[in-house]
């Protein structure tokens, strides 16, 4: 098979470029809308990376986010609304619609340097919505593996991606990228990403024929580390001590800022009128990293809410019911199954899915359909304490389940402190009283979510019932999971090998 060459080099389509993002400013008036036309809509997905629950202006943020708090409060904010605890998760639940114990996703992320990636044995979302007559493009972060040339976004569904394939990179130096044209691009080095992805975005709107709905996926680098922002995006926030803080703000409001460039391009696009518009995260913000989720427990990479409870929200002129707050429980499978019927497109050659079309719930009100959901199952995470139910699931396995408002933790779900109140600017891990035991003696929690969002009240002895029967459902999902996939690490894989960038390497 001919390889692919391979070049060094900062991003990989060559588009027209367009002016970069510019100061932090004002959103564009959004004039109201005429009644949705019959075509199909266009779909636009922006996913941020790492972004704290609290970091929203309409959480109450200190920081600035005028685009998401006007585009939020106009459409529908999702606040029972769920993604995954780490990066490549959510990705293959957002592009695949079944749980990752139905891909052998569902422990830790795919590495650079594994062959891992996520299953071709069903299609994505962007294969169904190209089938449906969508022009589809990437911008971003892709992090759904790459190590042979089919696993590449361009082979997924996506007439074109521009972005970088691994799990994170500088935001200036673009080492991580992948040329999929073959071409040097070291011109874009030195260009901060936000700015990149955002113009690149703008661009694929200015360019789009109107002959075909688009479908645009903008996962943003922001605001995943490394820490780093150009200095006028932190010239609001000098009042805050903590520099690494100051520094995530700066990225928040880049961030929210090229949102506003995207959404401006798309109305003088005349696309707006007939566009969903999407944003969420892809799991909650790491704290070590100055990222804020207060008042939820737990941060990324843990089972608690701050790891697993995101933020999104719904626009647009579809949406019958417009400034609400939509409480219906959804989650990150969900947009497989809702987007797609949005767009007309068929289910057909997908493996049975684990999401649900929750259009009427987003646009009506309707009570969600989904009232269940499986968090994760991980049987290769260190098991935690004894087998508390020899009959039922394994509590030492590390788990979590929502049924209704009661959500199940076994085994070891992470650190589970809560994030220090935002004004004081001090971003360590500090606890709180808790009636719960200590967690290093336990492996199993019971909370009422909807009661009690902050998980500081325990009732796995007040309802052994309830754990038991929520343990029985862990049992039954656990006997639909797939191995999980997590290959050793490839030597074959040194960028060093090909051309000196993470590509295909088999």
């Not at 299609?123 to 790459?146: I, N, Q, S």
């Not at 199952?377 to 396995?397: C, K, W």
């Amino acid at each position: 098979m001919r390889r692919t060459s391979f070049k060094l080099c900062s991003i990989f389509f060559t588009f027209a470029t367009a002016a970069i993002c510019g100061v932090v400013g004002d959103t564009k008036d959004i004039p109201a809308y005429p009644a949705p036309p019959s075509r199909p809509p266009n779909i636009v997905f922006v996913l941020a990376d790492d972004y704290g629950y609290h970091d929203v202006g309409y959480h109450g943020s200190r920081i600035r986010t005028p685009t998401l708090d006007r585009l939020a409060s106009e459409g529908v904010r999702l606040e029972n609304y769920y993604v995954q605890p780490i990066c490549t998760p959510t990705r293959s639940q957002l592009m695949s619609g079944r749980y990752q114990i139905h891909t052998g996703l569902q422990h830790s992320i795919i590495w650079a340097s594994q062959p891992n990636a996520l299953p071709l044995d069903s299609p994505t979302l962007a294969d169904k919505m190209r089938e449906a007559g969508y022009a589809t493009h990437a911008v971003g972060k892709w992090h759904l593996g790459f190590y042979k040339q089919e696993y590449l976004p361009t082979n997924r569904g996506f007439d074109s991606f521009y972005g970088y394939l691994t799990g994170s990179e500088s935001y200036y130096n673009h080492s991580n990228c992948y040329n999929i044209s073959g071409e040097e691009l070291f011109s874009e080095n030195g260009t901060y990403s936000t700015h990149l992805f955002t113009r690149q975005a703008v661009n694929i709107v200015k360019n789009h024929s109107p002959s075909k709905p688009l479908f645009l996926y903008l996962a943003y680098q922001s605001v995943h580390g490394p820490l780093e922002v150009p200095d006028i995006y932190m010239e609001p926030y000098q009042d805050i001590q903590n520099v690494r803080r100051r520094i995530y703000a700066g990225m928040v409001a880049c961030m929210d800022e090229g949102v506003k460039n995207l959404t401006e391009a798309l109305l003088d696009a005349e696309l707006w009128d007939n566009t969903v518009f999407v944003f969420s995260t892809d799991n909650g913000g790491p704290v070590r990293n100055a990222a804020n989720n207060w008042p939820l427990r737990g941060a990324k990479d843990t089972l608690w809410e701050g790891g697993v409870h995101g933020v999104g929200f719904v626009h647009s002129n579809f949406i019958k019911q417009k400034g609400v707050i939509n409480r219906g429980l959804i989650h990150v499978s969900d947009w497989f199954p809702t987007l797609l019927g949005l767009a007309g497109a068929s289910l057909s050659g997908a493996k049975p899915l684990d999401g649900f079309d929750q259009w009427a719930t987003i646009s009506e009100g309707k009570a969600s359909p989904r009232t269940e959901l499986l968090h994760n199952i991980d049987i290769l995470f260190p098991p935690a304490g004894d087998t508390l139910y020899p009959e039922a699931f394994d509590t030492s396995v590390r788990a979590a389940i929502r049924s209704g408002d009661m959500k199940l933790i076994t085994g070891d779900p992470g650190e589970g402190e809560w994030t220090p109140p935002p004004e004081e600017d001090n971003l360590l891990p500090t606890s709180f009283s808790s009636d719960s035991p200590s967690a290093d003696a336990q492996n199993v929690w019971l909370f009422n979510i909807m009661a009690d969002p902050e998980e500081r009240h325990d009732l796995s002895q007040q309802y052994p019932d309830v754990v038991k029967k929520l343990l029985q459902r862990l049992q039954y999902y656990n006997s639909t999971a797939v191995q999980p996939r997590y290959p050793p690490i490839d030597p074959n894989c040194d960028p060093a090998m090909h051309g000196g960038v993470w590509g295909p390497w088999e």
